[in-house]
């Protein structure tokens, strides 16, 4: 499987287990696997790699595919028997006792693992106070744990702190992958690089992402449907997992976002903005050629881009012919060279990805690159 959300991610680092156990939660109908998923991660760092793959595995062996079964197994220990088979709440037997004190435990029910103590109220609020809602959450069973097990206090102590900053981590990668206003997620493990034309090694080089700190260009040309808009949305999200900030536009989109600026004279402000980001991307440039007002704005852009930030362009027009599409021949020359000074250019060549899989679903004929 490919995980796509930074959580997935966490999680299927742990390996098979990990992957059974996703695969069985999607299959078994469980739709809130995302905030599961995270509280699974939280519980990892909790009880350590080792713990938590030993209930992970008993998990999916007996068909519990929810972040409560977990925390079940894991509260119960080692020694308890095996769940029960998925269909009712998660119930752990007793383990048999041996000795004089047998008898007295003879006629005890099955134990439900009761959910830990809640926090004093205090140290709710001074936590929420704080802003460290996952401590607040993972405190109370931490605590609980920390009673049986008695870790080192440092060692409890970065528990709690490796889970908040993993859990903020989380929420920074979210929050920026909504900012980027990507079309649609694509990865670079979807990049199917056997069709590509692009040389593997300008392929590893993109993918590093040493350009964006470098603050040089990536300008994509080529024909519609040969990976430009794809490649530049999975770099822009490999760029946000790895702390990157990112916008995405088209160039029509950029042309009037700038535009808007004219309005009350605050161009000047929403370029500063939009230059807070540390990846620019402008796709299908020369789609819908700008005015003479909007090809001003667009160079007044990239000038204040040059030599600051990243910028991602894609166009299916070739350099020479710019000056087709922008009223101005000097102002597509002055775009150029600003764009291209610290740019990495790379060419794609070959037919379109969408038209070869339609005649492949047709059943008619197909060109090889």
């Known amino acids: 499987m490919r995980p796509k959300t930074v959580a997935e991610k966490q999680f299927c680092v742990l390996g098979p287990v990990a992957e059974a156990f996703i695969t069985g939660a999607a299959a078994a109908g469980n739709t809130r696997l995302g905030p599961e998923l995270a509280e699974l991660n939280t519980l990892r760092a909790a009880?350590?790699?080792?713990?938590?793959?030993?209930?992970?595995?008993?998990?999916?062996?007996?068909?519990?595919?929810?972040?409560?079964?977990?925390?079940?197994i894991l509260a119960a220990g080692a020694g308890t028997a095996d769940p029960t088979a998925a269909g009712d709440a998660l119930v752990l037997e007793l383990p048999v006792v041996r000795g004089p004190f047998a008898g007295r435990l003879r006629h005890r029910r099955p134990v439900v693992n009761a959910p830990a103590p809640a926090l004093a109220p205090d140290l709710v609020d001074g936590l929420r106070r704080l802003k460290l809602a996952a401590m607040r959450q993972l405190a109370p069973e931490l605590l609980v744990t920390a009673k049986t097990q008695r870790p080192a206090p440092e060692e409890l102590l970065r528990t709690l702190i490796e889970a908040e900053i993993a859990a903020r981590d989380a929420s920074n990668a979210r929050t920026r992958l909504k900012s980027a206003a990507f079309p649609v997620?694509?990865?670079?493990d979807e990049f199917d690089r056997s069709v590509s034309t692009i040389p593997t090694a300008t392929l590893d080089y993109l993918a590093s992402l040493e350009w964006i700190t470098a603050q040089e260009n990536l300008c994509l040309v080529g024909p519609a449907g040969t990976g430009k808009s794809h490649l530049l949305?999975?770099?822009?999200?490999?760029?946000?997992?790895a702390g990157h900030r990112v916008r995405y536009f088209t160039a029509a989109e950029l042309v009037e976002t700038l535009y808007r600026g004219l309005a009350d004279n605050s161009v000047g402000r929403v370029i500063d903005t939009l230059l807070r980001n540390e990846l620019i991307i402008c796709d299908e440039v020369g789609f819908a050629p700008p005015d003479d007002t909007g090809a001003q704005l667009l160079f007044r852009f990239v000038a204040?881009?040059?030599?600051?930030?990243?910028l991602g362009i894609a166009s299916h027009w070739p350099?020479?012919?710019?000056?087709?599409?922008?009223?101005?021949?000097?102002?597509?020359?002055?775009?150029?060279?600003?764009?291209?000074?610290?740019a990495n250019v790379v060419v794609t060549e070959g037919d379109s990805y969408r038209m070869r899989e339609a005649r492949t679903k047709q059943g008619g004929p197909t060109k090889k690159r």
């Open 47 to 72: 009880h350590g790699d080792e713990a938590f793959l030993a209930a992970l595995g008993r998990a999916v062996a007996f068909g519990r595919w929810r972040a409560a079964d977990i925390r079940s």
């Open 185 to 188: 997620t694509k990865t670079l």
């Open 233 to 241: 949305v999975a770099l822009g999200v490999a760029a946000v997992a």
């Open 304 to 310: 204040a881009a040059y030599e600051r930030r990243a």
């Open 319 to 342: 350099f020479e012919s710019w000056g087709r599409f922008l009223p101005e021949h000097t102002t597509a020359v002055s775009l150029l060279d600003r764009l291209l000074h610290h």
